[in-house]
C-alpha cells in the first residue's frame, strides 16, 4: 500500500535536512562587530561596566561609550557636561564653548566679565581693558589709578610717577617721605638717607642710634660698639656682661670665663656645684663623682646606690 505526503510535509522534511549545513554556515560566518569599538573595549573594559561608563562620560573622558548610556543616563551626561562648560566659561579656564550657553547663562556670564573687568581696572592689572568701561567706570579706574600712584609716591616704592601729581599732592608725598627716612633712621631699618635729615631730625637719630647701640651691647649683641658708649653706659654694659658670665658660669656653659669670678662669687658656684654633685650621686640621676664627696655626704648615699666595689 503506498502513502501519500501532502507538500507542507515534503517542505518540513526539506528544511530538517538542510538544518545541520544552515548552523555550520553560521558558526563559521559570526556576526560582524565594531572594530573600533571592540579595540577600546579591550583597552578598557570600564566601557562596559555601566556604572564606570557614566562616571567617565559625566567627567567628559574620552573613555566614555554613548551606546550603552540609557535615554535617562544619556540626558544626565549632558546636564553635568553642560554644567561643566557653564562653571569653564564663568571661571575663565578651558574648554569653555560659548556657543552652547543659554541667553540667561551668556547674560550672566557677561555680567561676571564686565565686572571682573572693572575690579582689574581699579587694582591697575595688566589684564584691564579699559576700552570695555563705561565713562563713568573710567572715571573711578583713574581716580583709582591716581591715588595709587600718591600712595607709591608718599611710601618711595612701586612705580611712583611724580609728574602726575599735583602741586598739593607733590607737598604731601615729599611730606611723607621726609617723615619715612627720619623714621627708618632712628630705627636703624630701611633705606635711611642721612643726608637728607634736617638738624634737628639729625640729633634725634643720633640719640636713638647711641640708644640703640647701648641696649645691643646690654644684651651682649654682636651689633654693639663699645667705643660708641658713654661713661655711664659703659659701666651698665660691664655690668650686664658679669652678670652674663656668672649666669653661663652657674649652667656650665661654654662662654663662662672663671678668672672674671670675683672670689666670692667663685665660692659660690664652688658650693653650688658641691651641692649639685650631691644631688646627683644621692638621687642616682645625673652626673655623679664620688671622688668630690665628704665623708659625712659619702655616708649619706644610700647602698644600692653605692658601686659594687665599695
Not at 30 to 59: F, G
Not at 163 to 174: D, I, K
Not at 252 to 277: H, I, V, W, Y
Request: aromatic content about 2%; proline content about 5%; charged content about 25%.
Amino acid at each position: 500500500m503506498k502513502v501519500r505526503i501532502g507538500k507542507p510535509c515534503l517542505i518540513l522534511v526539506a528544511v530538517l535536512s538542510l538544518w545541520p549545513t544552515l548552523l555550520s554556515a553560521q558558526a563559521k560566518d559570526p556576526v560582524q562587530t565594531d572594530p573600533a569599538q571592540t579595540e577600546a573595549a579591550h583597552k578598557d573594559p570600564a566601557r562596559n561596566d555601566p556604572a564606570q561608563n557614566l562616571s567617565a562620560c559625566n567627567a567628559g573622558r574620552e573613555t566614555c561609550n554613548h551606546s550603552i548610556l540609557t535615554a535617562a543616563q544619556a540626558a544626565e551626561v549632558a546636564r553635568s557636561l553642560h554644567e561643566h562648560n557653564v562653571v569653564n566659561c564663568r571661571s575663565g579656564t578651558e574648554p569653555c564653548d560659548r556657543s552652547k550657553l543659554t541667553r540667561r547663562e551668556a547674560t550672566a556670564l557677561a555680567v561676571a566679565d564686565h565686572q571682573r573687568n572693572v575690579s582689574e581696572c581699579k587694582d591697575g592689572l595688566h589684564s584691564c581693558d579699559k576700552s570695555k568701561l563705561t565713562q563713568s567706570e573710567a572715571r573711578d579706574s583713574s581716580v583709582a589709578e591716581r591715588q595709587r600712584n600718591l600712595a607709591d609716591c608718599k611710601d618711595g616704592v612701586g612705580a611712583c610717577d611724580p609728574s602726575r601729581l599735583t602741586p598739593a599732592e607733590a607737598t604731601e608725598a615729599n611730606l611723607a617721605r621726609q617723615q619715612l627716612n627720619t623714621s627708618d633712621c632712628k630705627n636703624g631699618s630701611g633705606l635711611c638717607d642721612h643726608s637728607k635729615l634736617t638738624a634737628v631730625e639729625t640729633k634725634e637719630v643720633t640719640t636713638a642710634e647711641r640708644q640703640r647701640n647701648a641696649q645691643h651691647c646690654q644684651n651682649g649683641s654682636n651689633e654693639c660698639d663699645h667705643s660708641k658708649l658713654t661713661a655711664l653706659e659703659a659701666g651698665q654694659t660691664a655690668a650686664a656682661e658679669h652678670q652674663r658670665n656668672i649666669s653661663e658660669c652657674k649652667n656650665g656653659g661654654e662662654t663662662c670665663d672663671f678668672s672674671k669670678l670675683t672670689p666670692s662669687e667663685t665660692k659660690m658656684l664652688a658650693d653650688s656645684e658641691q651641692q649639685r654633685n650631691y644631688r646627683a650621686c644621692l638621687k642616682g640621676y645625673g652626673y655623679c663623682d664620688r671622688s668630690r664627696l665628704t665623708p659625712a655626704e659619702a655616708l649619706a648615699i644610700p647602698a644600692d646606690r653605692k658601686p659594687p666595689t665599695e
